[in-house]
C-alpha cells in the first residue's frame, strides 16, 4: 500500500523554526516528485512546495519562499520541509502529497496524501 | 499567478446530478491538466479526476471531469448523488513554477 506518513508539527512562537518530515513506503520513493500542501484551519488547500525525483527543481509558493526549504533523502524514503521565521498565517495542517507520475518532469499534481501534521504559530 | 475559481457551495438531493465549475483567470486551461479532489470533514484530500477527465481505480463511473475552452473552465460532475458524496471539492492546475488549488466548493446532499 502506497502510504506518505508526516511527523515533526507543533506549536512554535512567531519567528521560530520547525523540521517537517515525511516517510514514504510501498512505492519506489525516488521515482517520484513530492509536494507540501497546507490547510489552514477552516479554510482551502494551498500548495506550499515541490521538489523533483533527485532534488534538481524545486518549487516554492511566493508565501513561503526564502523562508521554506524542500529537501529529500532517496536513501531513507523521505522529504522534508523546514520551516524559518514562521508567522502565525503559516499555523495549518501541513499534507505531504506524491506526484503519481515516474520521473514526471516540472508539476503536476498528487494521487496519494498522508494524513497531515499540525503546525500552530502563537505566541 | 494564476488563480482558479469555485463556487463556494452547490446543494442538490440525492439521485440527481450536479456539475462544479473551475474557471482560470489566465493561461489556457488546455495548456496544462486539471485534478479534482474531494476531501470529507476530518479527513486528508483523495482524488477524484486526474489529467481533466480521468477516473483514478476506485472512483465510481459517477464521477466525471471535464474541459471548456471557450469559458476557460473545468467541470467536474456527479451524477445520481450519493450522500456520502456531501464534501468539500477542490480542482487543481498549475503552471510552470506553481500549482494553484481553487478555493473548494462545499457539496451538500440533501
Known amino acids: 500500500e502506497v502510504q506518505m506518513v508526516e511527523s515533526g508539527g507543533g506549536l512554535v512562537t512567531p519567528g521560530g523554526s520547525l523540521r517537517l518530515s515525511c516517510a514514504g513506503s510501498?512505492?519506489?520513493?525516488?521515482?517520484?516528485?513530492m509536494n507540501w500542501v497546507r490547510q489552514a484551519p477552516g479554510k482551502g488547500l494551498e500548495w506550499v512546495s515541490s521538489?523533483?525525483?533527485?532534488?534538481?527543481?524545486?518549487y516554492y509558493a511566493d508565501s513561503v519562499r526564502g523562508r521554506f526549504t524542500i529537501s529529500r533523502d532517496n536513501a531513507k524514503n523521505s522529504v522534508y520541509l523546514q520551516m524559518n521565521s514562521l508567522r502565525v498565517e503559516d499555523t495549518a495542517v501541513y499534507y505531504c502529497a506524491r506526484d503519481p507520475r515516474v520521473f514526471g518532469d516540472l508539476l503536476y499534481g498528487m494521487d496519494v496524501w498522508g494524513q497531515g501534521t499540525t503546525v500552530t504559530v502563537s505566541s | 499567478n494564476f488563480m482558479l475559481t469555485q463556487p463556494h457551495s452547490v446543494s442538490e438531493s440525492p439521485g440527481k446530478t450536479v456539475t462544479i465549475s473551475c474557471t482560470r483567470s489566465t493561461g489556457n486551461i488546455v495548456s496544462y491538466y486539471v485534478q479534482w479532489y474531494q476531501q470529507r470533514p476530518g479527513s486528508s484530500p483523495t482524488n477524484v479526476i486526474y489529467e481533466d477527465n480521468r477516473r483514478p481505480s476506485g472512483v465510481p463511473y459517477r464521477f466525471s471531469g471535464s474541459i471548456d475552452s471557450s469559458s476557460n473552465s473545468a467541470f467536474l460532475t456527479i451524477s445520481g448523488l450519493k450522500t456520502e458524496d456531501e464534501a468539500d471539492y477542490f480542482c487543481q492546475s498549475y503552471d510552470l513554477s506553481h500549482v494553484v488549488f481553487g478555493g473548494g466548493t462545499k457539496l451538500t446532499v440533501l
Open positions: 510501498g512505492f519506489t520513493f525516488n521515482d517520484h516528485s
Open positions: 521538489i523533483s525525483s533527485y532534488s534538481n527543481d524545486k
